[in-house]
């Protein structure tokens, strides 16, 4: 008898010492909390009470109580979930206390324990350890600096990666600033789910196929991305990219395309004629056949514009350019025909458009509509837009692009807005958005499309400003 309720009553020891264990974390959490509400000054008098209850705005001013008080109770939860497994199962083996003094081994017990106890509590303990206070920067009159988002997020690579990085023996970078801050987009916070899982990596290890998780993550607005410390993966069959003379008008070979996050695996399945072909967007752009005659020549519509006609209105000052457009580099390649360098802005959605415009030779900047260029002021002669910037989009959004776009658009540089498309209604709308800048109007051509939708193509150049 005596042996039969041994292994019984150690277990029950066991529990019970957890559950002492979890009652005294409790009461650390509860006396840490008080000592927080006095250091606020809530259990101080009159006066007292305002210096120290509205002074912890601006000590604190820079700490995400947000970010810290879901970490605590992600703890707690993880805590209470816990305690609830642990009297379960001592009710259980209460209940079922003959059958399981007999049958229960030191294997299954030493299972439970690591599974149901010791991982939970080691869990609950780095996350405890990793919430992150701020420090006091200054003399005298100190204040409170949190290190921006460091308590919203688990996944300790994310949280060294926004930790900001402090130059060496404390000297001023090429800046002129003591650290240096890695970016993320304010919307990852939106998306912890996704972003740890992007970040869950080995490092120095090869990275996961998972580009198409990177993009989601952009177009959500959890744009920059984090750099990662994984080395990025390539097609296992990668050959070398057709020569600079046959690539730009030239299908590229498909086994440079990693096709896993396609819906199409190869170049052939992608023509306009699949209707499973995965993208719907600038239809037909992966048939060079056909791409060889946009912008070349004359079409039946009065909006297409022809290249050597817009390039004629500016002759020898059109050398360097933006692409805003969805497609495979077509209008890049017909610039680098006349020696101007365009480079195109490229996301892949449905289809290798990136990849694509790489491969033929041309340079594509992988970005959303939700960033910033990354130019200068005052530096491109020629941006160019066609089937991307359309009626769907907001117009406060479209505002902020167009002054983007202005802002890197020298004086009397061209703005070439191509077959961008509406509704009649609100036509009036989005012309007052293209004209709000006063440029000079070289040409500006309105064409029925279908139903109640119109074309506009307009050529306009950007006046001098000059202050």
């Not at 805003?324 to 025909?337: D, I, K, L, N, Q």
């Not at 109640?452 to 307009?458: P, Q, T, W, Y």
Request: a positive charge; hydrophobic letters at 35%; one cysteine or more.
């Amino acid at each position: 008898m005596t042996n039969l309720c041994f292994p019984k009553c150690r277990l029950q020891r066991v529990m019970g010492m957890l559950q002492i264990i979890l009652g005294a974390l409790v009461i650390i959490v509860s006396i840490s909390s008080l000592f927080r509400f006095y250091s606020a000054g809530f259990f101080l008098h009159n006066e007292d009470i305002c210096r120290h209850f509205y002074g912890v705005k601006e000590d604190y001013e820079g700490l995400d109580f947000k970010a810290l008080s879901a970490r605590v109770e992600e703890v707690l939860s993880q805590m209470e979930n816990l305690q609830t497994k642990l009297e379960s199962t001592v009710h259980e083996m209460v209940k079922n206390k003959n059958s399981m003094a007999s049958n229960i081994s030191k294997t299954e017990y030493k299972k439970f324990l690591d599974e149901e106890v010791i991982q939970p509590l080691y869990s609950a303990h780095i996350s405890l350890r990793q919430i992150r206070f701020p420090k006091a920067e200054g003399i005298g009159n100190e204040t409170i600096k949190e290190e921006p988002l460091i308590n919203s997020f688990v996944i300790e690579e994310i949280r060294k990666y926004i930790t900001p990085k402090e130059n060496r023996l404390g000297k001023n970078n090429l800046y002129g600033t003591k650290k240096v801050y890695n970016t993320i987009g304010h919307a990852c916070v939106l998306m912890k789910k996704e972003l740890e899982e992007y970040m869950d990596y080995d490092i120095g290890s090869y990275c996961k196929d998972d580009w198409n998780l990177a993009q989601k993550l952009m177009i959500n607005g959890c744009d920059p991305l984090p750099r990662r410390r994984c080395l990025t993966r390539a097609s296992k069959l990668y050959l070398r990219p057709y020569s600079i003379n046959e690539s730009l008008w030239r299908i590229p070979d498909g086994r440079n395309v990693r096709w896993s996050n396609y819906q199409c695996r190869n170049y052939e399945c992608l023509s306009r004629k699949n209707p499973k072909r995965g993208y719907s967007k600038c239809v037909g752009c992966f048939e060079m056949e056909k791409e060889k005659l946009k912008w070349i020549t004359n079409s039946s519509l009065p909006v297409d514009f022809l290249i050597r006609d817009v390039l004629g209105i500016k002759p020898g000052e059109i050398r360097i350019g933006l692409d805003f457009s969805v497609g495979t580099g077509t209008f890049a390649g017909r610039m680098r025909e006349q020696n101007i360098t365009i480079i195109s802005t490229a996301l892949n959605l449905g289809a290798p458009f990136s990849e694509t415009i790489a491969l033929r030779g041309l340079i594509p900047l992988y970005v959303t509509l939700n960033q910033r260029l990354p130019f200068f002021d005052n530096t491109m002669d020629l941006i160019h837009t066609a089937g991307f910037m359309d009626g769907w989009l907001d117009l406060q959004l479209m505002d902020f692009i167009l002054f983007d776009w202005d802002r890197i658009l020298r004086p009397g540089g061209l703005l070439w807005i191509d077959r961008f498309f509406c509704d009649k209604k609100s036509l009036d709308d989005y012309m007052y958005m293209f004209l709000q800048f006063r440029y000079k109007k070289h040409k500006w051509t309105i064409s029925p499309k279908s139903g109640d939708d119109v074309f506009l193509s307009a050529l306009l150049e950007k006046p001098p400003r000059s202050l």
